[in-house]
Each structure stands twice: as structure tokens, then as C-alpha cells.
């Protein structure tokens, strides 16, 4: 990973200082960029919440190999993670490789490692164009995001992602709050229940929200029909002091526990904070940056190798805290500074 990441430093300059620890810290403020916006606080805040949770230490016990493996919407993978959806490798990223390079080294890295990745939408239109092909070209293994447009470039583009041969699709609501959208002329709006509820209607798929930071609005996506929820505030890039995505999580997971999916992104950094957010109450977890940074480093080996890395990380994690399954992942295994 020491190669990937040097190259990645290299060609992506001053876009990403490529950190010890990607924390939010050095590129706040740099939205367009990889930073948070404004003092970035959502961002630092969503890996400071993180690294705050410390686990119960275990030792006796029998788990010795722990199974990652879950299902996800009717989808088996060997990890609990996904690639978020990030598109602009141009404007965001420096542009050291392209679009196209890019979301194929996530889409193909992804399925290669049997987890799943997501791809982006913004604008330029090569953004969503360049996701939706990669995510073709794998046999429809991969989960396009799009930005909740208007009418009617919204329903094109529901018909375009589903000629991807997916069977899960993705919108980030939170979109709404994107400073590159409406600098570019092209800003988009929060959606009320009844709209919301018929674009998940007309898409005759699986339907992620991703965005919500509220049990009510938790509620309010079970109503619109949504199969599952990310708990997300858009890696820190839409709203300034939003709380971390952990401190959030654990209230809206107890709200729609069993009635949806819940996923999370946010900070995470390491398969240890994967079991975190997992205790807390998520199904599964998005890493959005770490995985950018593997991709334009060392392309599909890069992300390869970075699923590796991640996988070891929560096997040692699970072992250490006697969890043996990353379905069924206790609350217990957090250490509880009250008792
Ligand atoms: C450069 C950049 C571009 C992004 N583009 C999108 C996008 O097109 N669609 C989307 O749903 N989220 C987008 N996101 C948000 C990520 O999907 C994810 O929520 C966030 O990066 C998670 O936080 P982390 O990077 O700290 O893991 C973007 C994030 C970054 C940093």
C-alpha cells in the first residue's frame, strides 16, 4: 500500500496530501477538492466520533475465523463494505488518470474482491456516463448513484442506470447541499415524501437513500419505499458542522431496525471502525476516500489490495473481540465508559 499511496500522492498534488491518516484536517474547506466544506468540522467530525468508540478486549473464547461475509439486499459479499459513489477525478482529484480509469479500477476492484462498488453523478455528464458503463461492463455488478435531478433528466437518467444491468440503485438526496452543483448553474433541491416516493416507484428497483442523518427522516424514507438508508453526510461536503455519522447512527438504526437496510459512511478508516459502526447498529459500511486514493495510486490492484488490507484489519479486530460473525454483531464488544 506504501507505493499506491506515494503515487496517489504524487499525481494527485495539491488535491489530497494523502495523510497518515485521512482526517479531514489538512484539506478543510477545499470543496471542490477532497476536503469538507467550510471549517470542515462535518468531515474531522465524522472520524473523531469514530476513533472516540473503543472496543472490550476478548481473549477467551473459540473465534479464531471469523466470518466476514454478509448479505446485503439479496446480494452475498465477502466484506461488509462498499465503495462509496465518487465521481469529478477531474476537478476533485487532480485529474492524474481519467473518469473512465477510475471508476473501472472501483467497479471491477470491487467485484474482483467479491463486495460491491457504487459510482457517482454530477456534472460534467461524464461523470455518471463514465460509472454507468463501468458498472455495465462488469455484468451489472455495481451500484449507480444519481444526484436527485428534475423531472425529467431525473427519469432519463433512472432508465440509463438501469441499462446497466443493475438490480440496486442509489440516490444522494443530500446532493442538495453541493457547492460544485451550483457553481456549475446546476443546483438541485430536497424533495418532498410524495415525489421522492414515486421516483423509487417508477424505477422498479432496489432503491438506497443515502443521506439521512435523522431517525425522522429514517421514517420518512421507509414511507417514500426505500429498501435501505445511508447514514452519510456526504463525507462532510454539504452541510458545515453536521455531528459524526457514528454519533448519529446508533438512534436511527434503533428506529428502523429490520424495516430497511442501513448503511453508513463517514471517517472510516480502518476494518476496525468497519466492526464499530457495525456494533452500533449498521448492515454494512461505505469508505469514500481511502478507496480514491487506492484507485488513482494503483488503479484495480490498488483497490485490490486495499479490500486486502481492510479484510485483515477486521478479521484481527473480530478475533480480538471474540466477534465471530460480521452479521450479527454484538453491541457488547464496545467498551462502555458508564459501567
Ligand atoms: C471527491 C468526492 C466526490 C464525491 N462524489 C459523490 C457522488 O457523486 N455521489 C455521492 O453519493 N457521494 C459522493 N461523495 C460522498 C461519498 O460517497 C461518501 O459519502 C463520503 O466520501 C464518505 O466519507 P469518507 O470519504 O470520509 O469515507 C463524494 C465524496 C468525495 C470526497
Same mark, same amino acid.
Given at each position: 500500500?506504501?507505493?499506491?499511496?506515494?503515487?496517489a500522492?504524487?499525481?494527485?498534488?495539491?488535491?489530497?496530501?494523502?495523510?497518515?491518516?485521512?482526517n479531514?484536517?489538512?484539506?478543510?474547506?477545499?470543496?471542490?477538492?477532497?476536503?469538507?466544506?467550510?471549517?470542515?468540522s462535518?468531515?474531522?467530525?465524522?472520524?473523531?466520533?469514530?476513533?472516540?468508540?473503543?472496543?472490550?478486549?476478548?481473549?477467551?473464547h473459540d473465534?479464531?475465523?471469523?466470518?466476514?461475509?454478509?448479505?446485503?439486499?439479496?446480494?452475498?459479499?465477502?466484506?461488509?463494505?462498499?465503495a462509496?459513489?465518487? /465521481?469529478? *477525478?477531474?476537478?476533485?482529484?487532480g =485529474?492524474g488518470?481519467s473518469?473512465?480509469?477510475? @471508476?473501472? !479500477?472501483? +467497479?471491477? #476492484?470491487?467485484k474482483?474482491?467479491?463486495?460491491?462498488?457504487?459510482?457517482?453523478?454530477?456534472?460534467?455528464?461524464?461523470?455518471?456516463s463514465?460509472?454507468?458503463?463501468?458498472?455495465?461492463?462488469?455484468?451489472?455488478?455495481?451500484?449507480?448513484?444519481?444526484?436527485?435531478?428534475?423531472?425529467?433528466?431525473?427519469?432519463?437518467?433512472?432508465?440509463?442506470?438501469?441499462?446497466?444491468?443493475?438490480?440496486?440503485?442509489g440516490?444522494?438526496?443530500?446532493a442538495?447541499?453541493?457547492?460544485?452543483?451550483?457553481?456549475?448553474?446546476?443546483?438541485?433541491?430536497?424533495?418532498?415524501?410524495?415525489?421522492?416516493?414515486?421516483?423509487?416507484?417508477?424505477?422498479?428497483?432496489?432503491?438506497?437513500?443515502?443521506?439521512?442523518?435523522t431517525p425522522?427522516?429514517?421514517?420518512?424514507?421507509i414511507?417514500?419505499?426505500?429498501?435501505?438508508?445511508?447514514?452519510?453526510?456526504?463525507g /462532510?461536503? *454539504?452541510?458545515?458542522?453536521?455531528? =459524526?455519522?457514528?454519533?448519529?447512527?446508533?438512534? @436511527?438504526? !434503533?428506529? +428502523?431496525? #429490520?424495516?430497511?437496510?442501513?448503511?453508513?459512511?463517514?471517517?472510516?478508516?480502518?476494518?476496525?471502525?468497519v466492526?464499530?459502526?457495525?456494533a452500533?447498529?449498521?448492515?454494512?459500511v461505505?469508505?469514500?476516500?481511502?478507496?480514491?486514493?487506492?484507485?488513482?495510486?494503483?488503479?484495480q490492484e490498488?483497490?485490490?489490495?486495499?479490500?486486502?488490507?481492510?479484510?485483515?484489519?477486521l478479521?484481527?479486530?473480530?478475533?480480538?473481540?471474540?466477534?465471530r460473525?460480521?452479521?450479527?454483531?454484538?453491541?457488547?464488544?464496545?467498551?462502555?465508559?458508564?459501567?
Open positions: 500500500m506504501k507505493e499506491i499511496r506515494d503515487n500522492r504524487k499525481l494527485m498534488g495539491k488535491f489530497c496530501h494523502v495523510c497518515p491518516v485521512c479531514g484536517k489538512a484539506c478543510a474547506g477545499e470543496v471542490p477538492g477532497m476536503g469538507g466544506l467550510g471549517s470542515g462535518s468531515f474531522t467530525g465524522n472520524v473523531q466520533a469514530l476513533s472516540e468508540i473503543k472496543f472490550n478486549m476478548r481473549l477467551i473465534v479464531t475465523e471469523p466470518d466476514t461475509a454478509i448479505t446485503l439486499l439479496g446480494k452475498q459479499l465477502d466484506l461488509p463494505v462498499l462509496a459513489p465518487i /465521481g469529478g *477525478v477531474s476537478f476533485n482529484m =485529474g488518470v473518469e473512465d480509469q477510475y @471508476i473501472r !479500477a472501483i +467497479v471491477s #476492484g470491487c474482483a474482491k467479491s463486495i460491491i462498488g457504487c459510482t457517482g453523478d454530477g456534472v460534467p455528464e461524464f461523470i455518471h463514465a460509472g454507468f458503463s463501468a458498472i455495465q461492463e462488469a455484468g451489472g455488478h455495481g451500484i449507480p448513484f444519481i444526484k436527485p435531478w428534475e423531472d425529467e433528466e431525473l427519469y432519463r437518467k433512472l432508465e440509463l442506470a438501469k441499462e446497466t444491468g443493475t438490480d440496486i440503485l440516490m444522494d438526496i443530500d442538495a447541499g453541493l457547492i460544485t452543483l451550483r457553481r456549475m448553474g446546476r443546483p438541485v433541491s430536497p424533495k418532498p415524501l410524495d415525489k421522492l416516493a414515486a421516483i423509487i416507484k417508477k424505477s422498479g428497483l432496489k432503491f438506497i437513500l443515502k443521506g439521512i442523518m425522522d427522516d429514517a421514517e420518512r424514507a414511507d417514500a419505499g426505500a429498501d435501505a438508508i445511508v447514514v452519510s453526510n456526504h /462532510g461536503r *454539504v452541510l458545515d458542522h453536521a455531528p =459524526g455519522t457514528a454519533v448519529v447512527l446508533p438512534a @436511527i438504526a !434503533a428506529t +428502523v431496525k #429490520g424495516r430497511i437496510s442501513v448503511l453508513v459512511d463517514g471517517g472510516v478508516r480502518s476494518g476496525g471502525d466492526l464499530k459502526l457495525l452500533l447498529g449498521a448492515n454494512a461505505m469508505i469514500g476516500r481511502p478507496f480514491s486514493i487506492a484507485a488513482v495510486g494503483g488503479l490498488g483497490v485490490e489490495k486495499y479490500i486486502d488490507t481492510l479484510q485483515g484489519e478479521q484481527q479486530t473480530m478475533v480480538l473481540t471474540g466477534t460473525s460480521a452479521a450479527a454483531v454484538d453491541r457488547g464488544i464496545l467498551f462502555d465508559s458508564s459501567r
